[in-house]
Antibody
Framework: QVQLEESGGGLVKPGGSLRLSCAASGFNFRDFYMMWLRQAPGQGLEWISY????????YYADSVKGRFTISRDNAENSMSLQMDSLRVEDTAVYYC???????WGQGTLVTVSS | DIVMTQTPLSAPVTLGQPASISCRSTESLLHTDGNTYLIWLQQRPGQPPRLLIYNIANRFSGVPDRFSGSGAGTDFTLKISRVEVEDVAVYYC?????????FGQGTRLEI
């Protein structure tokens, strides 16, 4: 069945870096545009990045532009989010999802704290 | 950016009774391709969001038919014909017509 699984979350100090991964299975990953979204503790949903099916088109929310980089490897059915210059306000559960939001992973928690 | 505003933010409901959530956008969500990319999501406690409705009124696979969406332009509604216990959740509207994709604040359905 269709499955998305995030990994790579954890505790990091402000200014640090983290790389999240999203492993896809059960569908033709290379045909799908993908996104990263996040949800701060007790808060609503925030879209943060989008990548086209072949990776040539990328968009970012202003809150992460210049600090986060989205990428994908269709041969490996995976997508990544490189997060640099992390801030306390980046603390959230990070989700990968298909661009139509039809499928979501379970999420991975990123905590930025000193 | 398009701002999405949901009302109410909290909705006490009675089992077996209908419920309705409104979502308003600051700009028309009609895309130049003719589609309106208005989405409704459900998030149960401790779970990731789940797609309920896409393009205003299309139920996603496996979504019970007691859920329905309607609206056009800037005003949209999610209706539950008869609330069941499993519907206790937070509901979000979202627009994917233009970047950045934006979400409503969420509406908590409480029994």
């Amino acid at each position: 069945q269709v499955q998305l699984e995030e990994s790579g979350g954890g505790l990091v100090k402000p200014g640090g870096s983290l790389r999240l991964s999203c492993a896809a299975s059960g569908f033709n990953f290379r045909d799908f545009y993908m996104m990263w979204l996040r949800q701060a503790p007790g808060q609503g949903l925030e879209w943060i990045s989008y990548i086209s099916n072949v990776g040539t088109t990328k968009y970012y929310a202003d809150s992460v532009k210049g600090r986060f980089t989205i990428s994908r490897d269709n041969a490996e059915n995976s997508m990544s989010l490189q997060m640099d210059s992390l801030r306390v306000e980046d603390t959230a559960v990070y989700y990968c999802a298909t661009s139509g939001m039809s499928r979501w992973g379970q999420g991975t928690l990123v905590t930025v704290s000193s | 950016d398009i701002v999405m505003t949901q009302t109410p933010l909290s909705a006490p409901v009675t089992l077996g009774q209908p419920a309705s959530i409104s979502c308003r956008s600051t700009e028309s969500l009609l895309h130049t391709d003719g589609n309106t990319y208005l989405i409704w999501l459900q998030q149960r406690p401790g779970q990731p969001p789940r797609l309920l409705i896409y393009n205003i009124a299309n139920r996603f696979s496996g979504v019970p038919d007691r859920f329905s969406g309607s609206g056009a332009g800037t005003d949209f509604t999610l209706k539950i014909s008869r609330v069941e216990v499993e519907d206790v959740a937070v509901y979000y509207c979202a627009q994917a017509t233009q970047f950045p994709i934006t979400f409503g604040q969420g509406t908590r359905l409480e029994i």
